[in-house]
């Protein structure tokens, strides 16, 4: 059959590329997930057969949204769409499953043609690692493109706008360029929206939004060359690893537990004591007794590495089954009790946050930490200070892997471990050997020269 597509030129550009990985990155109204929908139809007509997937970050934006769109735009003569199972189906046998992305590891299993996530930015990294892994229907040229509005330097930004490579493609599209628009939508966005939230909602540009950059962006871009892929992951994609451990070699870990918000994450970032340089992670949204057991494993393994899990909210039940499994010698403490028990776990508040951050500020600008893991710099690139000067993540940015380093560079300054036959906390150590004088305070960067 004729179909009668009418697109504009970037629109055009995008749809009929034949790139494995495309990305129409643009403003709110530019004609993104339109531009999505007809490459969709135009893939799923000329691979009759194909298997493929459409995302969106959560259910409700999937149904409110992208599939709504694609009921439009898809001739209603050539598809059977099936509400319970969230499929459409084609006369000529394509399909496509519609899935949201909050629950990244549900996203395995088909083998498909073609995947389709839409408002890509708002999804983790993780669910475009494990779809580019799904791209693997037999006799079918394997695509998957993304549309979206940009939301900071995160992965969207890393994976296809930071340089050029050959098997991508990116058009930015700013909502000014879309002429099938009302007349007076830009005036009333141009009436409401300023500064950098006017580039990034209604330009589609990749900007800080929300305030000033927290961290300084010059080390985090240097710091970004040094990250690589972990050379191990498991556990469903909970556990990453960098490298393994070393006879002797020191480490420290910090728990951020996700709690109060679907949307957050649990994120457990493990390093060198000495050199900052990460060596792991475990990342997700695993129960909190799985949480618990896992970090204690890791721990183990990494020569029973000295860990403090944030206990606010739910954290205090990881905190409590990490010491029924017998690793509260190797825990944080932040107190004793009246019967002079150990009080496990590290409040962060008003009184401790502020100096977990500023900390972790000077540590990336002096580039005292090494973090592997590219998702840990994306979330600090987009971690700003507002108009009142308080730091947090942007809007719709993740700021889980920002406080589990926070963590853990406090973590340096109160880790013990066992030396010979005794057990030291290597701060007072490293203090005693290098002869300086008792009381004096001791800056967490300067006890990583000392030897």
């Not at 009418?6 to 990155?25: G, H, T």
Request: with cysteine.
């Amino acid at each position: 059959m004729d179909l009668n597509i009418e697109l504009f030129e970037k629109q055009r550009e995008f749809v009929l590329s034949d790139k494995p990985f495309a990305a129409f990155i643009g403003g709110v109204g530019s004609g993104k997930t339109q531009g999505g929908a007809y490459k969709m139809l135009l893939y799923m007509l000329n691979n009759p057969g194909v298997l493929g997937m459409v995302t969106s970050p959560v259910y409700w934006m999937l149904r409110d949204s992208t599939l709504r769109t694609v009921l439009e735009i898809f001739p209603k003569e050539l598809y059977k769409y099936h509400k319970v199972e969230n499929r459409l189906e084609l006369a000529n046998g394509s399909e496509a499953l519609f899935r949201s992305t909050d629950e990244a590891e549900h996203l395995r299993g088909p083998n498909l043609g073609f995947v389709w996530m839409d408002e890509a930015a708002l999804s983790i990294s993780d669910s475009f690692k494990i779809l580019q892994g799904r791209l693997r229907q037999e006799g079918m040229p394997h695509q998957l493109w993304v549309t979206t509005t940009p939301k900071g330097f995160n992965w969207v930004y890393q994976e296809f706008a930071k340089e050029e490579r050959e098997d991508y493609f990116i058009v930015t599209c700013s909502a000014k360029e879309n002429p099938f628009l009302p007349t007076d939508y830009i005036k009333r966005l141009e009436g409401s929206y300023k500064g950098e939230f006017a580039l990034q909602e209604i330009e589609g540009q990749f900007t800080v939004v929300g305030g000033n950059a927290f961290f300084a962006t010059d080390a985090l871009s240097a710091l970004l060359d040094g990250c690589v892929e972990p050379r191990e992951t498991s556990l469903g994609g909970l556990l990453r690893a960098w490298k393994p451990p070393v006879v002797a070699g020191r480490y420290v870990a910090f728990g951020d537990v996700a709690w109060g918000q679907k949307s957050a994450y649990s994120c457990v970032a493990l390093a060198d004591w000495q050199t900052g340089e990460q060596v792991a992670e475990l990342y997700g949204r695993p129960k909190l007794d799985e949480l618990a057991y896992h970090t204690v494993e890791l721990c183990e393994k990494y020569n029973n590495a000295f860990v403090g899990i944030e206990c606010n909210g739910e954290g205090q039940t990881v905190v409590d089954k990490m010491v029924e499994l017998g690793y509260g010698k190797h825990m944080y403490a932040r107190d004793r009790d009246k019967e002079g028990n150990d009080k496990y776990g590290w409040l962060t508040g008003s009184g401790t946050r502020p100096v977990m951050l500023a900390e972790l500020e000077e540590a990336v600008h002096n580039l005292s930490i090494r973090p592997m893991c590219k998702d840990a710099i994306s979330e600090m690139m987009s971690f700003v200070r507002d108009e009142k000067g308080h730091p947090g993540p942007s809007p719709n940015a993740y700021a889980d892997h920002v406080m589990a380093w926070a963590g853990l560079w406090q973590m340096r300054k109160y880790a013990k471990y066992r030396i010979g036959n005794r057990e030291g906390r290597v701060g007072r150590l490293a203090v005693e050997e290098s002869g300086i004088e008792r009381g004096q305070p001791v800056a967490a960067g300067r006890l990583a020269t000392m030897r």
